[in-house]
């Protein structure tokens, strides 16, 4: 009698557990539904007719999924002032002035930062402007034509058919981690949903380290299952996607040597990259570059340097404020070089 009154009282405390948890489970997905609902029709509204955002797919231009609309707007604490030639920089007239050498710097969202005087491109300008003898010889213009995003597909697209009215003297070509790897069409929804999106259960990220730590590792891992299945569902591997990032590359290379500009390529190592202590970052573009006849400058060995965890953010890719003043030191270092000697003409 006793071993059975044991089980019924064991029976009935695994019957409270259990709907004490699916109580729980359903006041948690109670939250998560009401989160959800509520990005939704944010996003909708968000997304209606594309008012709010600084990016636009009506761009005209064959082979851009998208650029930069002309104006100001300030979204989740960023600044975006775009200039009326589409890109994220100060104002400036499409003609060259005369004995200026003009440098653009191409790349995705590596050269930018959500304040713009942070970014090593703004940086490398003011170092230049301290410069006596390249401000003597004419002064070097520096334009910052990068893109949230970019791919060298659609950077390739830029070039033909927005930077070469420029006529750029230099172009920096910023090369992202990514850059051979991901070069798919661009979903400019997908943009949008995390430049605006409110992470679920906010109030637990924003106060739980521990919260925080495993939203984060879901999230990559559930962005690394999706990629996973997409590659298998469609067939894709790596090797098709360099080649396919080569077609383009090779094409930015040749439009820009027809056009008289010189050209440097800049590979960016990930984070992780430098802990595993390699040689070269992205060495099948570094060597692809160098056959085709342009010299390439891999970061890695410069940043190996510095103390690796303070010039990356958090997500390994991505540079601080003081890896972009780092880069915009080495850079200079790397274009007075290449700049015309005084009194020359350009």
């Given at each position: ?6 089980d ?9 557990l ?6 729980a489970i359903?006041?948690a997905?109670?939250f998560e ?11 909708k509204?968000l997304l209606?007719?594309?008012n709010?955002?600084?990016m636009t797919?009506e761009?005209?231009l064959?082979g851009l999924?998208?650029e930069?609309?002309?104006?100001n ?5 960023r600044v975006?002032?775009i200039?009326?030639?589409g890109f994220?920089?100060r104002e ?6 005369f004995?200026v050498f003009?440098?653009?710097?191409v790349g995705?969202?590596?050269p ?7 970014a090593f491109?703004?940086k490398l300008e003011?170092?230049?402007?301290q ?5 003597q010889?004419g002064g ?8 949230e995003a970019n791919?060298?597909r ?5 070039l ?6 420029l006529?750029?003297?230099?172009i920096i070509?910023a090369?992202?981690p ?10 400019q929804?997908?943009v ?6 409110t992470r ?5 990220y924003?106060k739980?380290?521990?919260w925080?730590k495993m939203?984060?590792r879901?999230?990559?891992?559930k962005s690394?299952?999706k ?7 469609t067939?894709i591997i790596?090797n098709?996607?360099?080649?396919r990032y080569?077609?383009y590359?090779?094409k930015?290379i040749t ?9 440097t ?14 040689e ?6 570094y060597?692809f570059?160098?056959e085709l006849?342009?010299?390439a400058i891999?970061?890695?060995e410069?940043l190996k340097k510095y ?8 997500d390994g890719?991505?540079?601080t404020?003081?890896g972009?003043?780092i880069i915009?030191k080495e850079l200079y ?5 290449l700049l ?5 003409s350009?």
């Amino acid at each position: 009698m006793s071993t059975l009154t044991k089980d019924t009282t064991g029976k009935r405390m695994f019957f409270k557990l259990s709907v004490i948890l699916c109580q729980a489970i359903l006041i948690a997905a109670g939250f998560e539904g009401g989160f959800r609902l509520y990005e939704s029709l944010r996003m909708k509204f968000l997304l209606k007719k594309n008012n709010s955002s600084p990016m636009t797919i009506e761009s005209g231009l064959q082979g851009l999924n998208y650029e930069w609309k002309p104006g100001n707007y300030a979204i989740n604490g960023r600044v975006y002032n775009i200039n009326s030639h589409g890109f994220r920089w100060r104002e400036f007239p499409t003609n060259k002035p005369f004995d200026v050498f003009r440098t653009v710097i191409v790349g995705d969202s590596i050269p930018s930062r959500p304040i713009l005087e942070n970014a090593f491109p703004f940086k490398l300008e003011n170092i230049i402007k301290q410069d006596k003898d390249i401000e003597q010889n004419g002064g070097c213009e520096i334009i910052d034509a990068s893109v949230e995003a970019n791919d060298m597909r659609r950077e390739y697209y830029q070039l033909k058919h927005k930077l070469l009215k420029l006529k750029p003297d230099m172009i920096i070509l910023a090369v992202s981690p990514n850059d051979s790897v991901f070069i798919e069409k661009f979903n400019q929804d997908s943009v949008l949903r995390d430049q605006y999106k409110t992470r679920h259960l906010a109030f637990l990220y924003n106060k739980s380290l521990l919260w925080r730590k495993m939203y984060d590792r879901l999230s990559t891992l559930k962005s690394s299952i999706k990629d996973k299945v997409a590659r298998k569902s469609t067939g894709i591997i790596d090797n098709d996607l360099f080649d396919r990032y080569q077609i383009y590359f090779n094409k930015f290379i040749t439009m820009s040597k027809e056009n008289g500009i010189k050209l440097t390529p800049v590979i960016f190592p990930t984070k992780k990259q430098m802990k595993n202590g390699r040689e070269s970052s992205q060495p099948r573009i570094y060597n692809f570059a160098h056959e085709l006849g342009v010299n390439a400058i891999d970061m890695i060995e410069t940043l190996k340097k510095y103390n690796i965890d303070a010039i990356y953010e958090e997500d390994g890719i991505h540079f601080t404020d003081k890896g972009h003043t780092i880069i915009a030191k080495e850079l200079y270092g790397y274009i007075k070089p290449l700049l015309p000697p005084a009194g020359h003409s350009l």
